[in-house]
Nanobody
C-alpha cells in the first residue's frame, strides 16, 4: 500500500498564500514509472474537482479558476508533490486532496483543510 500524507493547510486571509505538500510513503516501488500527481479539492456541498496535475516529466494542467495563482510542482526523488497557492480567495476554501495515478492504481491522501477568510 501507498500512503499519501498532505500538510500545509490552514487558515489564511484573502490575498494570502499557502503551500501544500503531499509525500508518498510505503510501497513506493508500486508507483515507480509513469504517473500523474494531482491536487483536488472539495468544498461543502460541492463535488470534488481537479485543481492541478503534473506528470512525471513536468507537464502541468490547471483548473481555469486557479490559473495564474496556483503552481504545482513535484520532486520525484522525494515522491512529493507541492501546490503553491497565491492570491487566495474565499472561494478557494475547501478540503484539498492529493492523488497519484498510474496505469493500474489510484491513491488518495486524507485531505487537508484550507480556509480563506474574507
Amino acid at each position: 500500500q501507498v500512503q499519501l500524507v498532505e500538510s500545509g493547510g490552514g487558515l489564511v486571509q484573502a490575498g494570502g498564500s499557502l503551500r501544500l505538500s503531499c509525500a508518498a510513503s510505503g510501497s513506493i516501488f508500486s508507483i515507480v514509472g509513469p504517473n500523474v500527481m494531482g491536487w483536488y479539492r472539495q468544498a461543502p456541498g460541492k463535488q470534488r474537482e481537479l485543481v492541478a496535475s503534473i506528470t512525471g516529466v513536468g507537464n502541468t494542467n490547471y483548473a481555469d479558476s486557479v490559473k495564474g495563482r496556483f503552481t504545482i510542482s513535484r520532486d520525484n526523488a522525494k515522491n512529493t508533490v507541492y501546490l503553491q497557492m497565491n492570491s487566495l480567495k474565499s472561494e478557494d476554501t475547501a478540503v484539498y486532496y492529493c492523488k497519484v495515478s498510474g496505469a493500474m492504481y489510484n491513491y488518495w491522501g486524507q485531505g487537508t483543510q484550507v480556509t480563506v477568510s474574507s
